[in-house]
């Protein structure tokens, strides 16, 4: 009796000292990273975005991937195009300072129901929308379910179809019931800026992770409990929400171009970016020894792209 009762009071003194290290982890990360944006009411949540650029100009949307935030995709891109464009960056629900609602976020309807509040708050005009990894399966919902919002899309090592195999263990993990919020409460602030970094350098593979990836891009964030759970309900719902969502992409008109790396161990072209841009008509620009990260490594591959859709879609208007 007397080993079960220490036993439970080093659980119970081990769960307290964890408690109290998320508590301080997620103080560090918001200060380290704070919101830089605004806020907008969504579907009744707070959602935060951000803006640069001439609000008159031709609009452009950016979509965030899984485990990530604004910050992600908006530092190689957002400079860049705000010289002669308006562009918009969203955290999706849960992720960065969105908030999320209990039920039914991690569907691709909701999501692009968010993307579509969010253009528009802008004014509503049709929007280019460029979009990287679980961001183009948002980006592929807004045009299906609202093609008037969409002039035309970049994606970016797209995810967006079925696919073999189970996800990752931790994901799978942090969404389960009752053991989700525990895993992620206690250990995800403790382990994740550990064992992060690997998962970060795969996402890069072949190539080395730029030195400042993880302070730029804000990549602490996502260790924050409610940002890693929310991010693993998405990522574990895609394979039923792709299997649903896939059929419908013949029905899109609106151009597109697709960018992906030859070789990616995160979200296989062979699967996704390959059969998506057979179904959507769609050009395919192969940007080498990028992995999942073109828009990072090959930044100028992205903007030619984007402006090539602008072309497109310009041409398609006239016509």
Same mark, same amino acid.
């Given at each position: 009796?007397?080993?079960?009762?220490?036993?439970?009071?080093?659980?119970?003194?081990?769960?307290?000292?964890?408690?109290?290290?998320?508590?301080?982890?997620?103080?560090?990360?918001?200060?380290?990273?704070?919101?830089?944006?605004?806020?907008?009411?969504?579907?009744?949540?707070?959602?935060? =975005?951000?803006? !640069? *650029?001439?609000?008159?100009?031709?609009? &452009?949307?950016?979509?965030? /991937? @899984?485990?990530?935030? %604004? +910050?992600?995709?908006?530092?190689?891109?957002?400079?860049?195009?705000?010289?002669?464009?308006?562009?918009?960056?969203?955290?999706?629900?849960?992720?960065?300072?969105?908030?999320?609602?209990?039920?039914?976020?991690?569907?691709?309807?909701?999501?692009?129901?968010?993307?579509?509040?969010? =253009?528009?708050? !802008? *004014?509503?005009?049709?929007?280019?929308? &460029?979009?990287?990894?679980? /961001? @183009?399966?948002?980006? %592929? +919902?807004?045009?299906?379910?609202?093609?008037?919002?969409?002039?035309?899309?970049?994606?970016?090592?797209?995810?967006?179809?079925?696919?073999p195999g189970e996800n990752a263990?931790?994901?799978?993990?942090?969404?389960?019931?009752?053991?989700?919020?525990?895993?992620?409460?206690?250990?995800?602030?403790?382990?994740?800026?550990?064992?992060?970094?690997?998962?970060?350098?795969?996402?890069?593979?072949?190539?080395?992770?730029?030195?400042?990836?993880y302070d730029e891009a804000g990549?602490?964030?996502?260790?924050?409990?409610?940002?890693?759970?929310?991010?693993?309900?998405?990522?574990?719902?895609?394979?039923?929400?792709?299997?649903?969502?896939?059929?419908?992409?013949?029905?899109?008109?609106?151009?597109?171009?697709?960018?992906?790396?030859?070789?990616?161990?995160?979200?296989?072209?062979?699967?996704?970016?390959?059969?998506?841009?057979?179904?959507?008509?769609?050009?395919?620009?192969?940007?080498?020894?990028?992995?999942?990260?073109?828009?990072?490594?090959?930044?100028?591959?992205?903007?030619?792209?984007?402006?090539?859709?602008?072309?497109?879609?310009?041409?398609?208007?006239?016509?």
């Amino acid at each position: 009796m007397l080993w079960l009762a220490a036993a439970a009071l080093a659980a119970a003194l081990l769960g307290f000292a964890l408690s109290a290290h998320a508590r301080s982890y997620v103080r560090m990360a918001e200060a380290r990273w704070p919101a830089e944006g605004r806020f907008i009411e969504a579907e009744n949540i707070k959602l935060h =975005l951000r803006e !640069a *650029g001439e609000t008159h100009a031709p609009r &452009v949307l950016l979509i965030h /991937g @899984a485990s990530a935030n %604004l +910050r992600e995709i908006w530092r190689p891109l957002a400079d860049a195009l705000a010289c002669d464009h308006h562009v918009i960056a969203y955290d999706r629900p849960g992720m960065g300072y969105s908030a999320r609602p209990r039920r039914n976020a991690q569907t691709l309807a909701f999501q692009a129901r968010i993307a579509a509040r969010v =253009l528009e708050q !802008a *004014g509503g005009e049709p929007t280019i929308i &460029v979009a990287h990894s679980l /961001g @183009a399966a948002v980006a %592929l +919902r807004l045009t299906l379910d609202f093609p008037h919002l969409v002039a035309g899309l970049v994606l970016i090592a797209p995810a967006s179809h079925p696919y073999p195999g189970e996800n990752a263990w931790w994901a799978r993990a942090a969404a389960a019931p009752f053991f989700g919020d525990v895993f992620c409460g206690l250990l995800v602030p403790w382990l994740g800026p550990i064992l992060g970094r690997a998962g970060i350098a795969n996402n890069f593979a072949p190539a080395k992770t730029p030195v400042n990836y993880y302070d730029e891009a804000g990549v602490g964030l996502i260790f924050r409990p409610r940002a890693f759970r929310a991010s693993a309900r998405d990522v574990v719902a895609t394979k039923r929400e792709f299997a649903a969502q896939a059929p419908r992409y013949g029905d899109i008109i609106a151009p597109a171009l697709i960018v992906t790396a030859d070789r990616d161990h995160v979200v296989s072209p062979n699967i996704h970016a390959r059969p998506l841009a057979s179904e959507l008509s769609a050009e395919l620009v192969i940007a080498p020894d990028t992995g999942h990260m073109p828009h990072r490594l090959r930044t100028d591959l992205v903007i030619a792209a984007i402006r090539r859709v602008e072309g497109m879609a310009a041409d398609a208007d006239a016509g």
